[in-house]
């Protein structure tokens, strides 16, 4: 990151120190010294003062607004100018000798000096458009990186503290309902749910963690919501794995899914099935989900805050390596996710 931040200038280094003088080492050099060295050294000076005032200066301008870019404009104008003036300057016919034959013999070379100038002025002006643009660009892609990096992270962090209260408020209601109808099963519920409150605050703050724990996590949820469900409802939860299971996943990004199940799919006067299935092959994390379609999944299900928030955690996290399909037909809610875990 620092050699690139740097290049700019070693960039800069090497046409003052390297390229320029070797351009003006290819002009008649000592010989225009010669004749006057004030006319050398304000050539110089003027090509160095032109390059560093387009590269810093008018460059910059002219990426940032109008109002600056008409002063890049006016910048551009008086360099070209300048030049004109330096062109004019007549180093090899002095105003006191000046007579017409010596005057036919040396325009030619006035001429080639200022056809010279005019060479030089070209070249660091195209080099320097050239190395302040790309500076420029970069810095302004730099930018929106940053912006769009930060912007992410503050989106992220949203989606996460929405969903954290969504898990607790679930979670409690089915210990609630346990403690009410004092279920010998409380204990081992509460234990289970202080082991999926310390996964959560453990993970949660993590970029990824390895997809055998969020695994783990889903399966002692799956557990602790099936104290609240009837017993002729009957939940059918399967995983397969491959090596893939040693890859890594971004944490809680699966369970909302889960809970939805749970949440929109399962009556507590009517008997069912719920499938939940986990595979993960070749790279590919598939998840799919089915459930009966009651009468307040269509209203609620699409536009969950949950489900609403884990689409973009996905196409922030996962831009363009997942696939969200869901399906009502006879009755049943049908959803299939599949994640590309990959590098």
């Known amino acids: 990151m620092w050699q690139t931040k740097k290049l700019p200038f070693f960039i800069d280094l090497i046409f003052c120190l390297v390229l320029l003088p070797a351009l003006i080492a290819l002009l008649p050099i000592e010989r ?3 004749k006057d060295s004030i006319f050398v050294y304000l050539l110089v000076g003027w090509l160095y003062i032109v390059y560093i005032l387009n590269r810093y200066v008018v460059m910059p301008f002219v990426l940032v607004g109008q109002k600056r ?21 007549q180093m090899e016919i002095p105003v006191h000798r000046m007579r017409r034959p010596r005057l036919a013999t040396h325009i030619p070379k ?10 030089l002025y070209i070249v660091v002006m195209a080099f320097s458009i050239a190395v302040g643009l790309l500076t420029e660009l970069y810095h302004q892609i730099t930018k929106r990186q940053v912006v769009e990096f930060e912007k992410k992270k503050a989106e992220l962090a949203l989606y996460k503290a929405q969903i954290n209260p969504h898990f607790l408020f679930n979670s409690l209601n089915t210990l609630y309902a346990m403690v009410v109808t004092r279920s010998p099963q409380a204990e081992d519920a509460f234990t289970q749910f202080i082991g999926l409150m310390k996964y959560m605050y453990t993970h949660n703050t993590q970029e990824k963690i390895p997809l055998c724990t969020e695994i783990e996590y889903i399966h002692q949820y799956i557990e602790l919501q099936k104290y609240r469900i009837p017993e002729n409802f009957k939940i059918h939860y399967s995983y397969q794995h491959d090596e893939t299971e040693q890859l890594d996943i971004v944490p809680m990004i699966l369970i909302t899914f889960i809970e939805n199940v749970f949440k929109h799919g399962i009556s507590s006067h ?3 099935e719920a499938y939940i299935t986990i595979q993960a092959e070749n790279g590919e994390l598939l998840l799919s989900t089915t459930n009966p379609l009651l009468n307040h999944t269509r209203n609620n299900l699409s536009k969950g805050i949950g489900i609403e928030n884990c689409k973009k955690r996905l196409e922030l996290l ?8 869901t399906e009502e037909k006879d009755g049943l809610f049908t959803l ?8």
């Open 32 to 34: 225009w010294l010669e």
């Open 336 to 343: 299939t996710l599949s994640i590309s875990l990959k590098t």
């Open 69 to 89: 870019f008409w002063i890049a404009v006016i910048l551009i104008l008086l360099t070209i100018t300048g030049t004109y003036l330096i062109t004019r300057y």
């Open 318 to 325: 996962y831009p363009h390596k997942y696939s969200l399909f």
């Open 270 to 272: 009517k008997a069912g």
């Open 110 to 119: 006035i001429r080639l000096q200022q056809q010279a100038v005019w060479f």
